[in-house]
């Protein structure tokens, strides 16, 4: 059976179409970064922006529900160099709120996959949970018997294995793992779920590159003195997919089935590319083609040329695709939270730009062939374009500055050989890569202490996951008591914002704690105290009215002739969410509504119970956009 490779887009059109057909309503991507979520920097999954609907709360489009959802994840920058890590990513997903079940969503991937994109029934391997007895969650023997049932109608054979790390014997095609790689809740296996915490099984779904064993994929990598299974670090399987069956609620005594069953279905749109191009290597599928040539001219090298090449354009690649979607979605460079990350992503990409021989400013050359080939997709990047490539810019001119005085700078220590300490100290100051500190320092017949290094960097790394476990704390989507009120409370600043400054100011973020609220605007200069005043003021005598906090569910054409304010330039349903603070009805500047806003939620039901509104500070986060800290007292 042949496989016909297809284009990013052409696959993620196939699967909303499809979707659509089986009854879903297909979303716009929500943005990259998420909104009043206390809990993460970035939308990291499909499933992040669908939790409140998963938890309960109605979805105004019903109960079944598909995107692709654009997804970064900051934790992968240092994975990023083999063939399959990407920091951004889309994440094909269809969800069930209380609808369909597993006999649905696993037939429905089947067919999916083998006859709408034409793979290979052949190549494709599930698992399944295996369950724990001593939790009392039972195995999900419905799960395996379906896709036995589903693999025989295509005349496979498909043999269930209770061993699956013991390596793959002839003719099984599912396995049974623990909890460990087939569950699925916030807090993790079923023995860290609290009371109440809902979970349940997956099935995940694997494309094999090596079926017949003639490429020896898995004989000729570091693992071939283990047994190869679908879940090997080798790269002969590639996971594509994940069914979620939101199944059990976690109670005092083991777990027992909920009442509403959800669906949380994901699959690696650049990684079905990958499988129907037969293509283990993720940066050979189509998005990557024209920016890989551009890179390919600027340097001469080759991709796939040898190792150290092709490492360092994985990383350009895929570095300057992130930082591209994150510009687009308003997250200039800076040196704070989500702006540190865009930062860290340039500067990598121009480090191993120049390794490759790069030594004039590239970004935007790059930047601008993965614009052209996703801007049918995301407008935004076509209509952001000019602000995208300029921020690359000048960041790639200011890290290439900073370049030139680390060198200085190691020229200084390069007398004798060099210390983890100074060498992390190059690194930590001038942002110095210990590579390029390696590299110097072969030259000059000297060593630099690498496993000194590490440690620092080690040091260094645990006490920043500490404080930022601390910085982000708190519960999943900010549904506690404070930050409730603390959301409620954005409105009101929004909106006060807007009365003393102007109708310029616009959301460009937010981050809520238990403790307090932090607002990013859109204002070119500091404010100065009585603006500050006027705002309190504003706020608090809102407050002291006790207004009423209503949520509707209107269409976005209602929602925008009333005036309601979106963030972050999102693209919105036909059916929206909004918040009124005052009356219910009416629109924007009218003497009876204070506040209309685009929001999902959650709120406090009056004003009233908010307290007093206090600014701690205000400050600049970049060119054109405030941030103001705020408490409630």
Same mark, same amino acid.
Request: hydrophobic letters at 35%; one cysteine or more; glycine letters at 8%.
């Given at each position: 059976?042949?496989?016909?490779?297809?284009?990013?887009?052409?696959?993620?059109?196939?699967?909303?179409?499809?979707?659509?057909?089986?009854?879903?309503?297909?979303?716009?991507?929500?943005?990259?970064?998420?909104?009043?979520?206390?809990?993460?920097?970035?939308?990291?999954?499909?499933?992040?922006?669908? $939790?409140?609907?998963?938890?309960?709360?109605?979805?105004?489009?019903?109960?079944?529900?598909?995107?692709?959802?654009?997804?970064?994840?900051?934790?992968?920058?240092?994975? #990023?160099?083999?063939?399959?890590?990407?920091?951004?990513?889309?994440?094909?997903?269809?969800?069930?709120?209380?609808?369909?079940?597993?006999?649905?969503?696993?037939?429905?991937?089947? =067919?999916?996959?083998?006859?709408?994109?034409?793979?290979?029934?052949?190549?494709?391997?599930? =698992?399944?949970?295996?369950?724990?007895?001593?939790?009392?969650?039972?195995? /999900?023997?419905?799960?395996?018997?379906?896709?036995?049932? $589903?693999?025989?109608?295509?005349?496979?054979?498909?043999?269930?294995? *209770?061993?699956?790390?013991?390596?793959?014997?002839?003719?099984?095609?599912?396995? @049974?793992?623990?909890?460990?790689?087939?569950?699925?809740?916030?807090?993790?296996?079923?023995?860290?779920?609290?009371?109440?915490?809902?979970?349940?099984?997956?099935?995940?779904?694997? @494309?094999?590159?090596?079926?017949?064993?003639?490429?020896?994929?898995?004989? =000729?990598?570091?693992?071939?003195?283990?047994?190869?299974?679908?879940?090997?670090?080798?790269?002969?399987?590639?996971?594509?997919?994940?069914?979620?069956?939101?199944?059990?609620?976690?109670?005092?005594?083991?777990?027992?089935?909920?009442?509403?069953?959800?669906?949380?279905?994901?699959?690696?749109?650049?990684?079905?590319?990958?499988?129907?191009?037969?293509?283990?290597?993720?940066?050979?599928?189509? #998005?990557?083609?024209?920016?890989?040539?551009?890179?390919?001219?600027?340097?001469?090298?080759? @991709?796939?040329?040898? *190792?150290?090449?092709?490492?360092?354009?994985?990383?350009?690649?895929?570095?300057?695709?992130?930082?591209?979607?994150?510009?687009? /979605?308003?997250?200039?460079?800076?040196n704070k939270d989500q702006m540190y990350f865009v930062r860290r992503l340039i500067r990598r990409a121009v480090r191993f730009a120049r390794n490759l021989g790069v030594h004039e400013n590239f970004t935007k050359s790059v930047a601008g062939a993965f614009i052209d080939t996703y801007k049918d997709e995301y407008k935004n990047l076509e209509d952001k374009r000019e602000i995208i490539l300029s921020e690359l810019d000048k960041e790639e001119t200011k890290f290439r500055k900073t370049l030139e005085n680390g060198i200085k700078e190691f020229e200084k220590i390069a007398g004798k050989d060099i210390s983890g300490t100074d060498a992390f100290n190059l690194l930590q100051s001038f942002g110095f890569p210990i590579e390029l500190t390696e590299e110097l320092a072969k030259e000059r017949g000297i060593a630099v202490d690498r496993i000194s290094f590490d440690e620092e960097k080690r040091k260094h790394s645990e006490e920043s996951r500490t404080a930022s476990a601390g910085k982000f704390k708190g519960g999943l989507g900010g549904d506690g008591e404070m930050e409730v009120k603390y959301h409620t409370a954005t409105h009101l600043l929004h909106e006060a914002l807007r009365q003393v400054l102007g109708d310029h100011v616009l959301q460009k973020g937010s981050n809520i704690t238990s403790e307090r609220l932090r607002f990013d605007f859109s204002h070119g200069e500091k404010m100065t105290d009585e603006q500050k005043a006027a705002v309190e003021k504003i706020i608090n005598d809102v407050i002291a009215q006790d207004l009423p906090v209503t949520r509707e569910e209107v269409s976005y054409e209602e929602a925008r002739a009333r005036g309601a304010i979106g963030v972050f330039d999102a693209k919105y349903e036909d059916t929206v969410?909004? @918040?009124? #603070?005052?009356?219910? =009805?009416?629109?924007?500047?009218?003497?009876?509504?204070?506040?209309?806003?685009?929001?999902?939620?959650?709120?406090?039901?009056?004003t009233g119970v908010l307290g007093h509104f206090k600014i701690a500070k205000e400050e600049a986060v970049s060119a054109g956009v405030r941030r103001i800290k705020a408490v409630l007292e």
């Open positions: 059976m042949s496989i016909t490779p297809l284009t990013v887009n052409q696959i993620r059109s196939k699967f909303l179409t499809y979707m659509k057909e089986k009854g879903h309503a297909v979303v716009p991507s929500a943005s990259l970064v998420p909104e009043n979520d206390p809990t993460t920097l970035f939308t990291g999954s499909g499933m992040q922006p669908m $939790l409140p609907y998963l938890l309960g709360q109605p979805h105004p489009l019903g109960k079944r529900i598909a995107d692709s959802q654009k997804s970064f994840r900051s934790q992968d920058i240092e994975e #990023v160099g083999d063939n399959r890590h990407t920091t951004f990513f889309e994440m094909l997903g269809n969800w069930s709120f209380g609808d369909y079940f597993k006999e649905e969503e696993i037939t429905w991937m089947w =067919t999916f996959l083998i006859d709408e994109l034409g793979l290979d029934p052949k190549h494709f391997y599930v =698992t399944c949970f295996a369950g724990n007895e001593s939790l009392g969650v039972p195995r /999900d023997t419905f799960s395996a018997e379906l896709w036995q049932k $589903l693999f025989a109608e295509r005349g496979i054979d498909a043999q269930i294995s *209770e061993n699956p790390e013991a390596g793959i014997n002839p003719g099984e095609k599912i396995f @049974y793992f623990s909890e460990k790689k087939n569950w699925w809740s916030r807090s993790g296996v079923p023995a860290n779920m609290p009371e109440g915490e809902p979970g349940g099984p997956d099935s995940e779904m694997f @494309y094999d590159f090596d079926p017949d064993l003639s490429k020896k994929i898995h004989e =000729t990598s570091a693992w071939a003195h283990e047994p190869c299974h679908v879940n090997c670090d080798c790269g002969r399987f590639l996971e594509i997919g994940n069914n979620v069956f939101m199944q059990y609620k976690k109670t005092a005594n083991g777990f027992e089935e909920l009442p509403q069953m959800n669906v949380d279905h994901g699959s690696g749109l650049e990684r079905y590319a990958a499988a129907l191009c037969n293509d283990p290597d993720i940066f050979n599928i189509d #998005v990557f083609d024209k920016p890989k040539e551009i890179l390919e001219n600027l340097s001469g090298a080759k @991709y796939g040329h040898d *190792e150290k090449t092709t490492y360092a354009m994985r990383v350009v690649l895929d570095h300057i695709r992130s930082a591209t979607f994150l510009i687009g /979605d308003d997250v200039l460079p800076g969410s909004i @918040y009124t #603070v005052g009356a219910q =009805t009416g629109k924007r500047g009218e003497a009876n509504l204070f506040s209309l806003e685009f929001c999902g939620g959650p709120h406090v039901e009056h």
